[in-house]
């Protein structure tokens, strides 16, 4: 014979199962709205506004500028904005080869950027002009000027600075800082191309060329002139040292050519 179920004794624990199904419903929906709540509460609190931005890289222009060009202003949403978005708007700037941003925290911002480097001023008319590596020409007025970049003189068409930029960007930088004027001599002065102008006292002759590399060897060739008289470096085509006195008629008495090859 079956077994009869009472429907009565099992009452309370279907109530008990439709209790619990109607508390988690109701604990779900309490969830979505707190949640929904807090996130309102959010973005209306100083917690989503930007609070800090730091900018890392900055030399050519103030740190102020690329934050204003950015558009990531303090108190402005902080996620109210695109990242990819934004760093495209800075690599537009001539002076900028990369831009990278990040959100940092809860509410602050870092801007990293990479400039490209100046590697000289163009002096025309008494006038200075910075040359960046990527060839573009920007006025002292509109820059903030390199610490240590030498002088270059003549050169005035772009092919030219582009052939003396890419020798310039192959030295070591000990040897660049201790450039001081790069002149391109004109047509009809034999086969020297540069005149080469040294803070520590030294004059340079060289080709284009052949300049970074015929450079590499400065400081070892000054290394070994540490007992002779100041004077010219000519690394045309091999190595030779003439000093100063012998060069320019100076001096008439004790004038010796130290000569040294490559």
């Known amino acids: 014979m079956d077994k009869v179920i009472d429907i009565e004794e099992r009452i309370p624990s279907m109530r008990e199962k439709r209790r619990r199904r109607t508390n988690k419903k109701f604990i779900f929906i309490l969830s979505i709205f707190a949640l929904a709540l807090l996130v309102i509460l959010y973005f209306q609190s100083p917690f989503s506004k930007i609070n800090k931005v730091t900018v890392t890289g900055a030399n050519l222009h103030d740190k102020e500028f690329y934050i204003e060009t950015s558009g990531l202003l303090k108190d402005k949403s902080f996620w109210g904005f695109s990242t990819k978005g934004t760093e ?117 002759r060289a080709m284009i060329s052949t300049f970074a590399e015929k450079m590499s060897y400065y400081p070892e060739i000054t290394a070994q002139l540490h007992d002779h008289e100041k004077g010219v470096i000519d690394m045309e085509v091999g190595t030779f040292f003439t000093p100063y006195s012998k060069v320019y008629g100076l001096s008439e008495e004790g004038d010796e050519s130290a000569e040294e090859d490559e």
């Open 88 to 204: 495209e708007v800075l690599e537009n700037l001539e002076t900028v080869k990369n831009a990278s941003i990040s959100r940092k925290w809860i509410h602050d911002i870092e801007i990293k950027i990479t400039e490209w480097d100046t590697v000289g001023y163009i002096e025309k008319d008494g006038q200075f002009s910075l040359l960046l590596e990527d060839g573009e020409i920007f006025s002292t007025d509109e820059l903030k000027p390199s610490d240590k970049a030498p002088i270059l003189n003549g050169f005035d068409d772009a092919k030219s600075r582009k052939r003396m930029t890419n020798q310039l960007l192959k030295l070591e930088k000990n040897v660049y800082q201790l450039i001081s004027e790069i002149i391109l001599n004109e047509k009809g002065h034999g086969s020297t191309d540069l005149t080469v102008y040294m803070y520590d006292g030294y004059e340079v």
